[in-house]
């Protein structure tokens, strides 16, 4: 508890690095799972015959992926 409330006090006293420091945390794994997630969930929306809504949760596919994909060229693991 005590460390969240200073997770989010430095994130309001520095938003670009408290942001940096909690993308840190989430691995790798979690972006591809959301990715085939958001995939599934438009296939499942074509379907069910409710194609604008497919297409909009299918573009979540590559932004989610291109977010991790552009966390980790910024700050490759150590």
Same mark, same amino acid.
């Given at each position: 508890?005590?460390?969240? *409330?200073?997770? @989010?006090?430095?994130?309001?006293?520095? #938003?670009v690095?408290?942001?940096?420091?909690?993308?840190?945390?989430?691995?790798?794994?979690?972006?591809?799972? +959301?990715?085939?997630?958001?995939? +599934?969930l438009?296939?499942?929306?074509?379907?069910?015959?409710?194609?604008? =809504? @497919?297409?909009?949760?299918?573009?979540? @596919?590559?932004?989610?992926?291109?977010? =991790?994909?552009?966390y980790?060229?910024l700050? #490759?693991? *150590?």
């Open positions: 508890m005590q460390e969240a *409330r200073e997770s @989010a006090q430095r994130m309001q006293e520095e #938003p690095s408290g942001f940096l420091e909690m993308m840190e945390k989430v691995p790798p794994s979690t972006y591809f799972g +959301l990715m085939i997630g958001a995939i +599934l438009s296939l499942t929306l074509f379907l069910s015959g409710r194609k604008w =809504g @497919a297409l909009f949760v299918g573009l979540w @596919a590559p932004t989610i992926l291109s977010s =991790g994909l552009f980790k060229v700050h #490759p693991s *150590r």
